[in-house]
T-cell receptor, first 116, second 115 residues
């Protein structure tokens, strides 16, 4: 158990809908990262937040957005869903900004999103 | 960030050492090598990281060649629970640009530990 929690574990929805994925980082961690993993693909970095502020952005679609709240939990919002958005979505957290070599990322169990 | 090359799959007998290679021939001086593993659709798990010296922890050992162009992750006594996809990632320390903090993931090596 990494200490990172994600809800829900599974989510099934229809095309065109909007969903929200939630992540709670490990106690004391200030950074939250979101990743997408499609079937048989490597993890794709989406976005990083540090202490409420966006720090880095990857291949995140405009239909997707995220935020980190004052209690440091984060939400990833996915809208106008398409079949291709079906994937595993992982959240990770690290103590600081993730720059120092020892500031490793610890991953949650993921949310499996299925768009029908 | 430098790219890595790993064999797509490997087999290992239970109880034997598993040696997983990684090629990172374009690695630069301030880039670290990280290893993670992912057990069947679970969240990736951090294993170990290093710069140029060999490293060991309770999970594994990391051997980095002197020229730093390749490395090997060693699981000394593989068990069935070590069956997973193992990812080798290189990343610069203290990156100037924000996006360089991200980890770039390849497809990894699928390790099958057989009884």
């Amino acid at each position: 158990d990494s200490g990172v929690t994600q809800t829900p574990k599974h989510l099934i929805t229809a095309t065109g809908q909007r969903v929200t994925l939630r992540c709670s980082p490990r106690s004391g961690d200030l950074s939250v990262y979101w990743y997408q993993q499609s079937l048989d693909q490597g993890l794709q970095f989406l976005i990083q937040y540090y202490n409420g502020e966006e720090r880095a952005k990857g291949n995140i679609l405009e239909r997707f957005s995220a935020q980190q709240f004052p209690d440091l939990h984060s939400e990833l919002n996915l809208s106008s869903l398409e079949l291709g958005d079906s994937a595993l979505y992982f959240c990770a957290s690290s103590v600081a900004m993730g720059e120092a070599p020892q500031d490793t990322q610890y991953f949650g169990p993921g949310t499996r999103l299925t768009v029908l | 960030d430098a790219k890595t090359t790993q064999p797509p799959s490997m087999d290992c007998a239970e109880g034997r050492a598993a040696n997983l290679p990684c090629n990172h021939s374009t690695i630069s001086g301030n880039e670290y090598v990280y290893w993670y593993r992912q057990i069947h659709s679970q969240g990736p798990q951090y294993i170990i990281h290093g710069l140029k010296n060999n490293e060991t922890n309770e999970m594994a050992s990391l051997i980095i060649t002197e020229d730093r162009k390749s490395s090997t992750l060693i699981l000394p006594h593989a068990t069935l629970r070590d069956t997973a996809v193992y990812y080798c990632i290189v990343r610069v320390a203290y990156p100037r640009a924000g996006n360089n903090r991200k980890l770039i993931w390849g497809l990894g090596t699928s390790l099958a530990v057989n009884p």
